[in-house]
């Protein structure tokens, strides 16, 4: 749906984005990953055609993105802000209107939103007399008016209670499930966990990870693998160290040791073994790590980023 192409954007003679690409395939949650100053904001503003590309190209649906095609992409920026004298209603006619639909569509759109964000008793009041999270919940409508087939979310869930945390994801499932698209942008490494499909990780405007989320976590796996079972995995051949871990135990194997192995081991000393699985790093240790690493570290001379292919075996 959404291909950005060897894109380029330099300030001050400093490229902030540096021939990035990427693709967002029709119906998918797809993470944007990078530490504060990577270039995820500018390059979301050349998505949406805030600014343009020094050079590359951004295309949605195989047109260039820009005039109308910009009705199709809807932005929750991280900063948020709304006109605090007006109402809920009015603000969400007033954005209604700007993305193509009539007075009368975008109040009736408008409403059906408050609704289902449980805020239909405050539609007519000022957006001065909400509460913090709810004036969130407002500027999510905004984004969600007009049925963007592209929707951009930059920090959606900062700030949000639980019970609100899950009725955003919620409507990001059902948004989902409706055709639309959505490219998050978070801190929330869980989050990316839960509901991404994929990722790309910039950092200092270069591409540093790109591929599926379970790709991602696996590459940094250590050699090791988790097991639930009724006592201690003792004396098992092939295993340098055990750690417990959530109810769980950690083998960490020896090199010349595969997991395939230390299971037959595990069923023939007798244990009775309720689960086992790949040890993966969690999303936020990969991301640490990278960090910390720098770019071109952990990818071999050439720094190419991991390449987007598919996923097979179990994963933890």
């Avoid at 904001?41 to 820009?66: A, F, H, N, Q, Y």
Wanted: aromatic share 6%.
């Amino acid at each position: 749906m959404l291909e950005v192409r060897d894109i380029v954007k330099t300030f001050d003679g400093r490229a902030v984005v540096n021939r990035v690409s990427f693709e967002v395939r029709p119906g998918e949650i797809f993470a944007l990953l990078g530490p504060n100053g990577a270039g995820k904001t500018t390059l979301i503003r050349m998505i949406t055609d805030i600014l343009k590309p020094d050079s590359g190209e951004i295309v949605l649906d195989g047109s260039r993105v820009g005039g109308d095609s910009r009705r199709q992409i809807a932005y929750l920026p991280e900063e948020r802000g709304l006109y605090r004298r007006v109402s809920p209603i009015e603000v969400l006619v007033y954005y209604g209107e700007l993305k193509g639909l009539s007075a009368h569509a975008a109040r009736a759109a408008g409403l059906a939103l408050l609704e289902r964000m449980e805020l239909a008793e405050w539609a007519t009041k000022q957006v001065q007399t909400l509460s913090k999270g709810m004036q969130q919940k407002v500027q999510f409508c905004t984004a969600l008016i007009g049925a963007p087939r592209l929707l951009i979310l930059d920090e959606p869930f900062t700030g949000l209670d639980p019970l609100n945390t899950q009725l955003f994801e919620e409507i990001l499932a059902e948004r989902r499930a409706a055709g639309s698209t959505v490219l998050l942008s978070t801190h929330q490494m869980n989050k990316v966990e839960e509901l991404c499909d994929r990722a790309l990780m910039i950092n200092r405007g270069h591409m540093v990870l790109y591929g599926s989320v379970r790709d991602l976590r696996r590459r940094y796996a250590d050699h090791a693998v988790m097991v639930r079972c009724d006592r201690r995995p003792d004396a098992v051949d092939g295993v340098r160290g055990i750690a417990p871990v959530d109810g769980e135990w950690k083998l960490m194997l020896e090199p010349s040791a595969s997991p395939q192995s230390v299971l037959r081991d595990l069923v023939a000393s007798g244990l009775w073994i309720e689960s086992f699985s790949i040890a993966n790093l969690p999303l936020e240790d990969v991301f640490v790590r990278v960090v910390r690493e720098g770019l071109g570290l952990d990818h071999g001379q050439s720094g190419a980023p991991l390449a987007d292919e598919p996923v097979k075996g179990a994963a933890r």
